[in-house]
């Protein structure tokens, strides 16, 4: 099993900025890519972005190129999501997920539905203002 806590949500005045954090423990070897995913109030969960912990390759939701940005410390089993001029409509629950996710899912961009990752954290709610 994995735990996950995500941390660094918030509530931002348009155009700021956060940094959210994804604290890995547990069975961390039994995966390879962490992953931060966005549900907002009636709409469909969606995947941001991923990295591949051994390699630090990243991939990500069009939408999410160039304000987002995921890194990570191995050394704190910590993985990291910069976000960059924020809009309301980046408003919703952030969830990061870990899972051992077939290259082929990365590469096509299905690892957004987040149906690939069996471990979730709890949640970080982002707020954004107008």
């Known amino acids: 099993l994995v735990q996950l806590v995500e941390s660094g949500g918030g509530s931002v005045q348009g155009g700021g900025s956060l940094r959210l954090s994804c604290a890995a423990s547990?069975?961390?070897?039994?995966?390879?890519?962490m992953g931060w995913f966005r549900q907002a109030p009636a709409q469909a969960r969606e995947g941001i972005a991923v990295?591949?912990?051994?390699?630090?390759?990243?991939y990500y939701s069009d939408s999410a190129k160039g304000r987002i940005s995921i890194s990570q410390d191995n050394a704190k089993n910590t993985v990291y999501m910069k976000m960059n001029n924020l809009e309301p409509e980046d408003h919703g629950m952030y969830y990061c997920?870990?899972?051992?996710?077939?290259?082929?899912?990365?590469?096509?961009?299905?690892?957004?539905?987040?149906?690939?990752?069996?471990?979730w954290g709890q949640g970080t709610q982002v707020t954004v203002s107008s």
């Open positions: 997920a870990t899972a051992r996710v077939p290259l082929g899912v990365l590469v096509t961009g299905s690892w957004a539905t987040g149906m690939d990752f069996p471990y």
């Open positions: 547990g069975d961390t070897h039994s995966s390879h890519s």
């Open positions: 990295i591949l912990t051994g390699t630090g390759s990243t």
